[in-house]
């Protein structure tokens, strides 16, 4: 799942790596998904390291009585580089040239992630949680990122999910990677 909200999101400012707590929609998002993940056999939960993800895994794992197994750097969202802080219209406007090149080619700026190299350090992360928490018989929740969440998707499949709300969820098979994935649920 994608992480609950946070005012940045609110403000359409790119997050990144910059490590910004959920608001109280977030929280709220978080709850939510606990309840339409009520009935859902869960071995555990697996959470990006970052604050915004950390606080949805925990809220969602006190709703479920589930316990967060771990916090994992590999699960956090792409590192943005210049424009982390940032609204769209301020990136085109403080660094025209590569918001120019990241809009038309997919171009990373100087400092920030590249999509394969993104893809596969989710993937690591993704593999990890697989492997460590699910169980035959019961799933594992993974807290991560919207853009994190779209690369590995995107990786796997062939083919680019349409942008993640705050609080979607999202049912995949693992089998070495992403064999299977769609849109379950989201916590609006």
């Known amino acids: 799942m994608r992480h609950g909200e946070t005012d940045w999101n609110a403000l359409g400012r790119w997050q990144g790596h910059t490590d910004i707590a959920l608001n109280e929609r977030g929280r709220e998002q978080a709850r939510v998904v606990a309840e339409r993940l009520r009935h859902v056999a869960l071995a555990g939960i697996v959470s990006s390291d970052l604050s915004r993800a950390r606080e949805t895994a925990q809220v969602v794992g006190t709703m479920l009585a589930v316990k967060v197994a771990f916090f994992d750097a590999a699960l956090r969202e792409r ?11 301020e990136c085109a406007r403080q660094h025209p040239a590569e918001w120019r090149a990241w809009r038309q080619d997919h171009v990373a700026p100087e400092g920030a992630e590249d999509r394969p190299t993104l893809a596969a350090r989710v993937a690591t992360g ?3 949680a697989a492997e460590e928490v699910a169980g035959a018989d019961a799933a594992v929740l ?15 499949l062939g083919a680019e999910p349409p942008p993640i709300a705050n ?4 049912r995949a098979e693992w089998d070495q990677k992403i064999v ?5 649920a989201t916590g609006r």
């Not at 590192?79 to 219209?89: M, S």
């Not at 609080?167 to 999202?170: D, H, K, L, N, P």
């Not at 299977?180 to 379950?184: D, G, I, L, P, T």
């Open 180 to 184: 299977s994935a769609e849109m379950f």
């Open 142 to 156: 993974v807290v991560t990122h919207g853009g994190a969440l779209r690369a590995a998707v995107a990786e796997a």
């Open 79 to 89: 590192a943005f580089g210049p424009f982390e802080g940032l609204t769209r219209d």
């Open 167 to 170: 609080g979607a969820i999202w």
């Open 126 to 128: 993704l593999r990890r």
